[in-house]
């Protein structure tokens, strides 16, 4: 699979007009993969351009724009590459929150993606061996910074932890035995948080759907 100069200088010629100076440089540090004249990792790509501090949707549309320049590159992106570059990006962005305790909603998304797939090729059911532990507050920013950081000493295990627009809270775990008393170690530790006196707070344990079909669906319908 082979993409042409000529069209790698135009996609970045077409970066600058649409996304600015900024965009051209995170793309001009990629381009080398390209000059070859064959696609490289697109995983490693996400993920560099995560740590760049580029959005999901803004990579995403970049990599359509090229492919919308080279056929051949139009046929990776459709035969998985998307796939590899979402992911590389997830895990670029986990990176770059290492210091943070709330990763973007998008990258939890992102990851119940890929622990569906990886327990499904191990004839895994989703609800089965992943559920999700909901937090949800008064919507304050205090609140929310006092329950993000009990809950990430609860959940201390690389757990990913994602505020949604709605203001909750949403912990993707693995459905096992410990964690009924994680969620209720938890909620006893806020009840006794002066700091969260007279805030509402409401703890649960998600089970998630049994069918691959209606993860995605769930998790955003738990969101809103």
Do not use: C, Y
């Not at 200088?9 to 993969?33: F, K, M, Q």
């Not at 697109?42 to 560099?48: A, D, N």
């Not at 056929?71 to 590899?84: K, M, P, T, W």
């Not at 943070?100 to 569906?116: I, N």
């Amino acid at each position: 699979m082979q993409i042409r100069r000529r069209v790698l200088d135009t996609w970045l010629h077409d970066l600058r007009v649409g996304w600015g100076e900024r965009a051209v440089r995170s793309a001009t540090a990629i381009s080398p993969v390209f000059d070859g004249g064959h696609v490289g990792d697109l995983h490693t790509i996400g993920h560099h351009l995560a740590t760049e501090g580029h959005s999901l949707d803004e990579v995403l549309e970049w990599f359509r724009l090229l492919a919308s320049r080279s056929r051949a590159f139009r046929r990776v992106l459709a035969g998985g590459g998307i796939i590899q570059l979402a992911s590389g990006w997830a895990e670029g962005q986990l990176l770059h929150d290492t210091a943070q305790t709330v990763t973007p909603f998008e990258v939890l998304r992102l990851r119940l993606r890929q622990q569906v797939q990886g327990g499904a090729v191990l004839g895994q059911r989703p609800g089965a061996h992943l559920a999700l532990v909901v937090i949800e507050t008064d919507g304050s920013s205090t609140s929310a910074q006092r329950v993000a950081h009990h809950a990430r000493a609860a959940f201390n295990t690389g757990e990913t932890m994602a505020a949604t627009p709605s203001g909750k809270l949403i912990i993707l775990v693995r459905r096992d035995h410990e964690i009924r008393a994680r969620t209720v170690q938890l909620s006893d530790v806020m009840r006794a948080d002066i700091e969260l006196v007279g805030t509402s707070v409401r703890v649960w344990i998600e089970p998630l759907a049994m069918s691959a079909d209606h993860v995605d669906s769930h998790l955003v319908g738990l969101a809103s």
